[in-house]
T-cell receptor, first 113, second 115 residues
Framework: GESVGLHLPTLSVQEGDNSIINCAYSNSASDYFIWYKQESGKGPQFIIDIRSNMDKRQGQRVTVLLNKTVKHLSLQIAATQPGDSAVYFCAEPFSGGYNKLIFGAGTRLAVHP | NAGVTQTPKFRVLKTGQSMTLLCAQDMNHEYMYWYRQDPGMGLRLIHYSVGEGTTAKGEVPDGYNVSRLKKQNFLLGLESAAPSQTSVYFC??????????????FGSGTRLTVV
C-alpha cells in the first residue's frame, strides 16, 4: 500500500534541526497515548507512548510531552534526519477496551538536506 | 519474517463487485483489527476480533463483513463494492492487555480502488 494523506498538514525542517509535531486529543479520560510513524508504502510503526499520569517521556532522539490541561500531545524529534521523513500519528484508546485505538489525522514531516 | 501479512497489496474493483482481503499473523496474537485510511484522516476502525470465532463492529463497519475462522487469519469482505470504499486498508494484531504495554503490529496495507 502506498501512503495516503495527500491533504495532511506538512512540517518542513532542515536536516539536523529539531522537529515538533503536535496533536490534540479528545478524551480527557484516556489513560495512555501512542505516537506512530508511517513511511511511504508501509504500515504505521510504534515510536513511543506515554501514560496519562506522566508529563514527559524520552526515547532515543524522541520525546513526548503531555499537557492534560489543554488535551495536547507533542512529539519532539532531535537532530532530524532524512530517514525521519514520514507521516506521524498520535493515537488514544477507543472506548470499550480490547486495545482499540483512535488515530489523529496525522502530520507529514519533510526533512530537507 | 514474523509479522502481519496482507494480501493483495493493490486491487481495482468495479462498483458492485465483491472481494476479500486476507490478513495473516504468525505471532499468536489474540486480537486482530481492520482499519481504513483515507486522505486527510486518521485510521478508522472497521471491525475487530478478540479471538478465534469472534468478531465485533468498530467505528465504520457498514458495507463490510469479517470472519476469524482461524486464530492467525482475519478476513475482510466487501459484498458489493462502492466508490466510497476506495481507501487503504490496514490489518493489525495485538496481545491482550493494553496497546501501551504490547503495541500493535501492522501489515503493510492494501490499496483498494473502486471505480
Amino acid at each position: 500500500g502506498e501512503s495516503v494523506g495527500l491533504h495532511l498538514p506538512t512540517l518542513s525542517v532542515q536536516e539536523g534541526d529539531n522537529s515538533i509535531i503536535n496533536c490534540a486529543y479528545s478524551n480527557s479520560a484516556s489513560d495512555y497515548f501512542i505516537w506512530y510513524k508511517q513511511e511511504s508504502g508501509k504500515g504505521p510503526q510504534f515510536i513511543i507512548d506515554i501514560r496519562s499520569n506522566m508529563d514527559k517521556r524520552q526515547g532515543q532522539r524522541v520525546t513526548v510531552l503531555l499537557n492534560k490541561t489543554v488535551k495536547h500531545l507533542s512529539l519532539q524529534i532531535a537532530a532530524t534526519q532524512p530517514g525521519d521523513s514520514a507521516v506521524y500519528f498520535c493515537a488514544e484508546p477507543f472506548s470499550g477496551g480490547y486495545n482499540k485505538l483512535i488515530f489523529g489525522a496525522g502530520t507529514r514531516l519533510a526533512v530537507h538536506p | 519474517n514474523a509479522g502481519v501479512t496482507q494480501t493483495p497489496k493493490f486491487r481495482v474493483l468495479k462498483t458492485g463487485q465483491s472481494m476479500t482481503l486476507l490478513c495473516a499473523q504468525d505471532m499468536n496474537h489474540e486480537y486482530m483489527y481492520w482499519y481504513r485510511q483515507d486522505p486527510g484522516m486518521g485510521l478508522r476502525l472497521i471491525h475487530y476480533s478478540v479471538g478465534e470465532g469472534t468478531t465485533a463492529k468498530g467505528e465504520v463497519p457498514d458495507g463490510y463483513n469479517v470472519s476469524r475462522l482461524k486464530k492467525q487469519n482475519f478476513l475482510l469482505g466487501l459484498e458489493s463494492a462502492a466508490p466510497s470504499q476506495t481507501s487503504v486498508y490496514f490489518c493489525a494484531s495485538s496481545r491482550p492487555g493494553t496497546a501501551f504495554d504490547y503495541g500493535y503490529t501492522f501489515g503493510s496495507g492494501t490499496r483498494l480502488t473502486v471505480v
